[in-house]
């Protein structure tokens, strides 16, 4: 176990630590039993399979599982839930039962040969540029790479690769690098280049795996991921400090269904009258202070966590503690209550039993008047934030926003057909979309994703993705592509149309 180092070392075995062997991920078992006979019977069934036509037992080779087929493992078990209830012969019963994880979120695994040209137009320009400089590995290991629809972490794990490449030959002045070499700069590049985010839980956990097992070095632990690798919508957050100034907007007070439409009238009505006697603007200067100062700590924090070795488990504790007295103190504390409060009214049902902000009672907490601590509104937030998976960018990756930004965006966001969104996320998703992306229309899923991506770039820097060809076409095409080739954006290499290789039956 993580925190059992010397009983490791008396079976000559090295303390990996990581989430998948922390004192947490073992809670579960802790008090049960098996018997020998049970636990070989056990481990044979993950072993092995029985052949059809043989009827023998094959041993599954696992030593030869490449870290790409995580992906078709994560599309597989999106289409199950895991279901645990029960008692069958004294003991809990544990079964899968059909799920639709995949087909709401239009989540599909992402073929190689769609992988590599995202690498090749998006990423190595940036290399290049990296390259022709004098101090060309340092700018290599700043490189800020980014999936925020990540699942197993596949395309990540060849953004990596690429960059490791680099500097391993750098490093070597060989143009193949020992092997050796090549996985001490990968380390090195998915613990300082690599960003994931991914609103699936399962998802982020994959995605470390794959990480782990791809740069794992003998003789060291498992490297700390929890500040890189995250769970949650990367649509639905603040994206700068500066979005907690423009106060509740009174899109969030619409009346929706499963809303007590006097009450939620009530609460928009009082909301609009207390927007219109002050304006948040005139709280800039203290928010200065106040939340500028409260911002300054967690990136000087995170900052210090990303530098941190973590090759022992003891390095890597002390990695992550450093992170959860980060993410636990006042300052985060304070930052992540604020917008999630700003987020909350939207998702939140409008009744007299759920706490909403107004906009006084968000200006008063914005101003230091009232505590966050423990109130009722504060409260309430958090929880809609927890089971909405509210992602904060200016917050989350705070020192690479204080930065500018990320360098590259790649990925294969969700497919989703505009109107197919509110079905499978609620009316109350839709909206808070339309409020974010305010083009008129229904866009797919798509759209609203590499327009954010874009939004999170640092200056002439890129992004790659694939789309659904719904990308070119109609609302999609107004709310995406027309936004950013109005912003500047050049598109620098682009497939018209595409049969998507696997079972999906679309066109990219």
């Not at 579960?28 to 018997?35: A, E, F, K």
């Not at 197993?152 to 391993?168: D, F, Q």
């Not at 109130?375 to 917050?395: G, I, K, Q, T």
């Amino acid at each position: 176990l993580h925190e059992e180092g010397e009983r490791a070392e008396k079976l000559g075995m090295k303390s990996l630590g990581g989430d998948l062997f922390s004192r947490e991920s073992f809670d579960y078992l802790r008090g049960l039993s098996m018997d020998n006979a049970s636990f070989a019977g056990g481990l044979n069934l993950l072993d092995s399979y029985e052949d059809d036509k043989r009827r023998v037992p094959v041993r599954v080779n696992y030593a030869a599982l490449n870290v790409e087929e995580f992906g078709s493992i994560y599309e597989g078990l999106l289409d199950f839930d895991a279901q645990v209830g029960g008692m069958e012969a004294g003991r809990p019963r544990f079964s899968f039962v059909k799920g639709s994880d995949r087909g709401k979120s239009g989540s599909h695994y992402t073929p190689e040969e769609l992988v590599q040209p995202l690498i090749e137009h998006a990423l190595e320009p940036l290399i290049e540029e990296c390259l022709k400089l004098p101090n060309a590995e340092e700018k290599l290991l700043a490189l800020k790479i980014c999936d925020d629809a990540c699942g197993s972490g596949h395309i990540l794990l060849n953004a990596a690769r690429r960059v490791a490449l680099e500097i391993s030959r750098l490093r070597t002045k060989a143009d193949n690098p020992d092997p050796l070499s090549y996985r001490h700069a990968l380390r090195e590049v998915i613990e300082r280049c690599i960003y994931g985010v991914d609103f699936n839980p399962q998802a982020v956990r994959l995605c470390k795996v794959a990480l782990w097992l791809e740069s794992h070095n003998p003789g060291e632990s498992l490297g700390f991921l929890d500040h890189h690798i995250k769970c949650g919508d990367s649509l639905v957050g603040l994206t700068s400090p500066s979005d907690l100034l423009e106060g509740i907007p009174e899109e969030a007070f619409a009346a929706r269904e499963g809303d007590d439409k006097d009450y939620a009238s009530e609460l928009r009505k009082r909301h609009k009258k207390e927007r219109g006697e002050s304006a948040l603007q005139q709280t800039l200067q203290d928010w200065k202070r106040e939340v500028g100062e409260s911002l300054k700590t967690v990136i000087e924090t995170l900052s210090t966590v990303s530098r941190m070795p973590d090759s022992t488990p003891e390095d890597a504790e002390r990695k992550k503690q450093t992170y959860l007295h980060v993410t636990s103190g006042e300052s985060w504390r304070k930052l992540k209550a604020l917008a999630d409060i700003k987020v909350a009214p939207f998702f939140t049902p409008k009744r007299p039993d759920r706490a909403v902000a107004t906009e006084k009672v968000y200006r008063d907490f914005l101003n230091g008047l009232e505590d966050v601590s423990g109130h009722p509104v504060a409260e309430e937030a958090a929880r809609v934030s927890e089971s909405r998976h509210f992602f904060h960018w200016f917050l989350e990756f705070a020192e690479v926003m204080q930065d500018g930004g990320f360098d590259c965006f790649l990925g294969n966001p969700p497919f989703l057909g505009g109107k197919k969104i509110s079905t499978a996320f609620g009316l109350t998703y839709g909206a808070y979309l339309k409020y974010v992306f305010p083009e008129k229309g229904s866009s797919d899923l798509i759209g609203f994703f590499i327009r954010r991506n874009y939004i999170l770039l640092g200056p002439d820097r890129s992004l790659g993705s694939l789309s659904t060809n719904t990308i070119a076409q109609g609302d999609t095409r107004e709310v995406c592509l027309d936004y950013l080739e109005n912003r500047g954006a050049i598109i620098h290499f682009a497939v018209k149309s595409r049969p998507w290789p696997g079972v999906a039956a679309v066109s990219v």
